[in-house]
């Protein structure tokens, strides 16, 4: 059994530019994704479900496990170490953090939790996070390819890790008996083709006529092609696109004819989820260009985002040319 701390340790090897940075930033990720864990078992006991009455920067309504799930994270990069900046879906402004003296060069880009209007009904949810390397002028808004390190928090029947360096993506599972992530799948390769589609279909009539034609390819049927494909949608971003990396096929969130940004963050959502399909060989897109060549813009910016088998995703960018 390879635990997460060991598997860290060995990943840093393959950067020793940023060895000990490495091992540090992950560490605090790792604590903070076990904690968010533990509160979520419990947040039906806790008085912890439900909603504040705070909205976010996006509009929505933020949920007390939001708000708590952001805490716990940036309480993680509070005490000194290499993070200079935390970023969050929760937090309309990035956060400077206390770093240690002479240090501070990376920023962390969380969706402390993904996908929780399922908090209420026990279905499963989610955290995103995303690592950069602040340039020497301190820019911290960077496209996808250079990120450091990205990856997610899967809280489902068990809690999985799934995170990538830029190199290989791997799958941990958290023993809850033990409180370590242990390895559960490594080197994980998307299938080129899949037999799943993942949308919100009940958007269709804000969609643009060639969106329309995109998901009715999918359900149409053709033997040759394995047409039609199934459709699985869990409100999760996190949980769907995590079937996609293992089962094949696509999730899309697209923009909409009054909306074309669409719904999704680049930063926290559509950019790190990229870095990891696109390491295990699949492809993150709008559409019409690749999340990860993307030049931010602002921290909480959105994009329309297509996700998953190489093959499918660019069957529905044919349509969009
Ligand atoms: P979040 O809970 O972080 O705001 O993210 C919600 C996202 C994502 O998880 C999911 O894929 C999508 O919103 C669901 O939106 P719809 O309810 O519009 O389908
Ligand atoms: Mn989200
Ligand atoms: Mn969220």
Not at 278 to 307: F, M, W
């Amino acid at each position: 059994m390879v635990s997460l701390t060991h598997h860290i340790v060995e990943q840093r090897r393959l950067q020793p530019a940023s060895a000990e940075e490495f091992s540090d930033i992950m560490n605090r990720i790792v604590s903070g994704g076990k904690r968010i864990a533990q509160e979520l078992s419990e947040a039906g006991l806790t008085d912890s479900l439900g909603t504040t009455d705070e909205r976010n920067v996006h509009g929505e309504q933020v949920k007390r496990m939001d708000a708590r799930a952001n805490q716990i994270f940036v309480d993680a990069f509070q005490d000194g170490g290499i993070v200079q900046i935390v970023v969050s879906e929760e937090m309309d402004e990035p956060l400077a953090v206390a770093h240690a003296e002479g240090s501070g060069n990376y920023a962390v880009f969380f969706d402390p939790l993904d996908g929780s209007s399922n908090i209420d009904v026990n279905a499963p949810l989610g955290s995103i996070f995303s690592v950069h390397r602040l340039d020497p002028a301190g820019n911290f808004l960077k496209p996808g390819c250079e990120q450091v390190a990205s990856g997610y928090l899967l809280y489902g029947a068990s809690t999985i890790l799934v995170y990538t360096c830029g190199r290989d993506v791997h799958q941990f599972t958290l023993d809850p008996a033990v409180g370590e992530f242990f390895l559960s799948a490594s080197n994980i390769q998307i299938p080129a083709i899949g037999k799943i589609y993942s949308v919100n279909e009940g958007n269709e009539s804000k969609w643009s006529k060639h969106l329309v034609k995109i998901v009715d390819y999918f359900k149409d049927n053709d033997e040759e092609t394995g047409r039609p494909y199934s459709s699985r949608y869990t409100g999760c971003l996190v949980a769907d696109v995590h079937r996609i990396l293992l089962k094949g096929g696509l999730y899309l969130y697209p923009g909409e004819v009054k909306k074309p940004e669409g719904k999704l963050r680049l930063m926290y959502e559509a950019a790190p989820l990229s870095f990891v399909v696109e390491q295990a060989g699949g492809l993150g897109s709008t559409g019409v260009e690749r999340i990860s060549t993307i030049h931010p813009k602002t921290p909480h910016q959105c994009v329309p985002l297509i996700i998953g088998s190489r093959r499918d995703v660019e069957v529905a960018e044919q349509f969009l040319r």
